[in-house]
């Protein structure tokens, strides 16, 4: 078994919350043995009658509970009601709960803030790199992705029923039966040309006219991807929090495999020198930087910067009262530094503490203005 970063303190209560298929149940089967009591809502016989009647859980419980015992709930958003009693079971009784979930949207909406304080909040997210190890194949994780039940996978053939039924599961699942989106058409195009413009700046107008609605709804559906744990913004850089808002945000899968899948992509080879491969590969990494700094509690800021004149930085990275970090991600084996001059300019004026090109190279190198590096040194300097 593959040993995750994630480790959560068992010292109180928390929510586990991550995409479906991230690994939720297998980190906490690693945690509690068999003997702790577990309600997987997944379960269509304990969901219903938890839904019409979520008091009959305090009836459920082990009769010889005692304090301090743990209690798991597996994807508590589909009866955010048990909440409540939740909340009173760990004040009256001192019981401790591990509560998994795949919708941060539907527990903000009905109340998770009543465990506030009570309930330290995690993450996770697919496999990293590290935590691969030497499993770990960049062009594999590229074109497919890095969820673990891929790992199980005998061929190409069988990942490709997988990735295909992750995308039909969520949309019956989390889109339909849940009633996140009204109408249903105008959502599975945006998902398509969504994916298609993975990692890009939103535009709004352009995606809506693709999928036949309206830029404020495109808007409401990437909020909806990002409660669902399907991605995550990327907003632009300014010294101005205010100025920086009005400027709009890049959105990146949390998955190359998934964003592949409903680009209808899945199981087409991707070619080294295409544009595609340069694509995930930013994709790949910048999610590498997201889930480390989320398990190692690291605390950057990320951001990128398009300047007036089409100048563009991948990254920057910031810590409070610290000059930031430039990255440029190249998936190309040798990086012509040459091109690299032109940022001269703007590492000045934003004062940059260094200037990293992350990149497939094998060896470390400086320029006059940056230092090209391995991809895997970039994140090592970051999370040594």
């Not at 190279?361 to 970039?378: C, D, K």
Request: aromatic residues 10%; charged residues 30%; glycine residues 6%.
């Amino acid at each position: 078994m593959i040993r995750r970063i994630l480790s959560p303190n068992k010292g109180r209560s928390f929510f586990l919350l991550g995409a479906r298929s991230t690994g939720k149940t297998s980190l906490l089967n690693v945690l509690f043995d068999e003997r702790v009591a577990r309600f997987d809502l997944l379960k269509p016989d304990l969901f219903r009658e938890l839904q019409k009647r979520p008091e009959r859980f305090v009836s459920l419980l082990p009769k010889n509970r005692k304090r301090g015992d743990w209690i798991i709930i597996d994807e508590i958003q589909r009866v955010p009601d048990l909440l409540n009693i939740v909340h009173g079971k760990i004040e009256e009784e001192k019981l401790k709960f591990a509560l998994t979930g795949s919708s941060a949207r539907k527990l903000r909406r009905s109340g998770a803030n009543l465990l506030g304080g009570r309930a330290l909040i995690y993450s996770l997210f697919p496999f990293t790199h590290r935590e691969l190890g030497d499993q770990f194949d960049l062009d594999q994780a590229l074109e497919w992705g890095t969820l673990p039940v891929l790992l199980e996978a005998a061929d190409t053939s069988e990942k490709k029923r997988i990735l295909d039924a992750y995308v039909d599961t969520f949309i019956r699942e989390e889109v339909r039966e849940e009633q996140i989106i009204r109408k249903l058409d105008p959502f599975l195009r945006f998902l398509e040309v969504s994916a298609q413009m993975d990692g890009k700046i939103i535009n709004a107008a352009k995606i809506a006219s693709d999928a036949q609605t309206e830029p404020r709804t495109v808007l409401r559906y990437y909020e909806i991807m990002e409660d669902t744990l399907l991605g995550k913004h990327l907003d632009a850089y300014h010294r101005s929090i205010r100025k920086a808002q009005r400027q709009a945000p890049k959105f990146y899968f949390f998955d190359t495999g998934i964003s592949r899948a409903l680009s209808g992509l899945c199981g087409v080879e991707v070619r080294k020198t295409s544009k595609e491969y340069g694509n995930l590969f930013e994709s790949f990494f910048i999610n590498e930087l997201f889930r480390l700094n989320e398990y190692l509690q690291s605390g950057y800021r990320f951001s990128y910067l398009r300047t007036k004149d089409g100048l563009e930085i991948d990254l920057i990275v910031e810590k409070p009262r610290q000059p930031p970090i430039l990255i440029e991600i190249k998936s190309a084996e040798r990086v012509d530094e040459t091109a690299l001059n032109r940022f001269q300019k703007l590492k000045r004026d934003l004062q940059a503490r260094d200037f990293w090109v992350a990149c497939q190279e094998t060896r470390m190198r400086s320029t006059g203005v940056a230092e090209i590096l391995p991809w895997r040194e970039v994140v090592n300097r970051l999370f040594s």
